[in-house]
């Protein structure tokens, strides 16, 4: 028998396992680290057309992860290709092996609360701990040193 747990936090793979034991049952727990790197957040950036990075750069760099979208349109002009270009690059990172399955968009959608049945959105944000490793990719980007991991090399 072969039993699949994504996302369970430490504290409860220890608790499953100490139960499996207490039933003489053999377990086995492999975690997979869904959370996002320098590395994988270098490979996702660079894998991003020119309009859907410098969208990502707002959100990160001007918005310290948290942009209005008519700011995002005044600078980018329509939404349309560089939210697609985002959404298209998980996947596609998971089929190329640069992360894994399960691992989160680093920039999703603000929908307006006071109108939730209208899905426009009002802003685009990423969360607090991932600011801090997708700027350190920029930099990366930005210095040549995330230069060595081209997006169609094997993941980190």
Same mark, same amino acid.
């Given at each position: 028998?072969?039993?699949?747990?994504?996302?369970?936090?430490?504290?409860?793979?220890?608790?499953?396992?100490?139960?499996?034991?207490?039933?003489?049952?053999?377990?086995?727990?492999?975690?997979?680290?869904?959370?996002?790197?320098?590395?994988?957040?270098?490979?996702?950036?660079?894998?991003?057309?020119?309009?859907?990075?410098?969208?990502?750069?707002?959100?990160?760099?001007?918005?310290?992860?948290? $942009?209005?979208?008519?700011? %995002?349109? !005044?600078?980018?002009?329509?939404?349309?290709?560089? /939210?697609?270009?985002? *959404?298209? &690059?998980?996947?596609?990172?998971?089929?190329?092996?640069?992360?894994?399955?399960?691992?989160?968009?680093?920039?999703?959608?603000?929908?307006?609360?006071?109108?939730?049945?209208?899905?426009?959105?009002?802003?685009?944000?990423?969360?607090?701990?991932?600011?801090? $490793?997708?700027?350190?990719? %920029?930099? !990366?980007?930005?210095?040549?040193?995330?230069?060595? /991991?081209?997006?169609? *090399?094997? &993941?980190?």
């Amino acid at each position: 028998m072969k039993i699949t747990i994504e996302g369970a936090d430490k504290d409860f793979a220890e608790k499953l396992v100490a139960l499996a034991a207490a039933h003489h049952a053999e377990l086995t727990v492999a975690a997979v680290d869904t959370n996002w790197t320098v590395e994988r957040a270098t490979r996702y950036l660079r894998s991003l057309p020119a309009g859907a990075r410098r969208f990502a750069e707002m959100v990160i760099v001007d918005g310290d992860g948290y $942009v209005d979208a008519d700011r %995002l349109r !005044a600078a980018v002009g329509k939404l349309n290709g560089p /939210t697609v270009a985002l *959404s298209r &690059a998980i996947p596609r990172g998971v089929r190329e092996g640069w992360w894994p399955e399960g691992v989160s968009a680093p920039i999703t959608p603000v929908y307006d609360p006071d109108n939730p049945s209208w899905h426009k959105n009002i802003a685009y944000e990423m969360t607090r701990e991932n600011v801090p $490793v997708f700027r350190s990719a %920029l930099a !990366a980007l930005a210095t040549g040193r995330g230069a060595s /991991t081209s997006p169609e *090399s094997p &993941a980190p």
